[in-house]
């Protein structure tokens, strides 16, 4: 951690407005993001980022310097996406899991895609595969965690996995047949 982002830190656990508005600063852009990846609606993200952000400054005595202080955020972030989504959506859809994962076959080509290409795939999901998806490929989560997690099984997890990046893949075929149609 940089001896910048550890003063800041140290001021926010102080309640500092000017070091509270430097860490919101430092951070808006990406945290934004992150609660936008799991909620579709603009402007449920941003309530729920409001919210996490919120809770960042009130709870920023916990953290205790073990690992990233933007991985700490981000988790914090997740969570109230998740508690949202809890709040609003039934996530104990279950699917049986098709007999072949065609995972590998699927974003090959992610380098090409912009994070607001994905950002607009994502939109695209039902919520429970969105969510899914986010947990796993984002933020690194096992099936077992996310099952924890969203109060779910972990072959529905794995199978909103697989459904997920079949429609992602879907999606991007559709996109992909439609600039060649442009080409001519």
Known sequence: MSDQLEHIINNCKKEDPEAQKKLYDMFKDQMFAVCLRYLKNHQDAEDIFIEGFFKVLTKIGNYKGDGSFEGW?????????????????????????????????????????????????????????????????????????????????????????????KRVHEILKKKENSINKLKF
Do not use: W
């Open 73 to 165: 955020m981000r988790k914090v972030m997740v969570n109230e996406s998740l508690m949202f989504l809890r709040k609003r959506t039934n996530l104990h859809m279950t699917v049986e899991i098709p007999e072949k994962d065609i995972a590998d076959e699927i974003l090959r080509d992610e380098d090409e895609i912009s994070a607001e290409d994905i950002i607009k795939i994502l939109d695209e999901l039902p919520v429970g595969y969105r969510t899914v998806f986010n947990l796993y490929v984002f933020e690194d989560y096992k099936h077992r965690e996310i099952a924890e997690m969203l109060g779910i099984s972990i072959n529905t997890s794995k199978s909103q996995l697989i459904l997920a990046k």
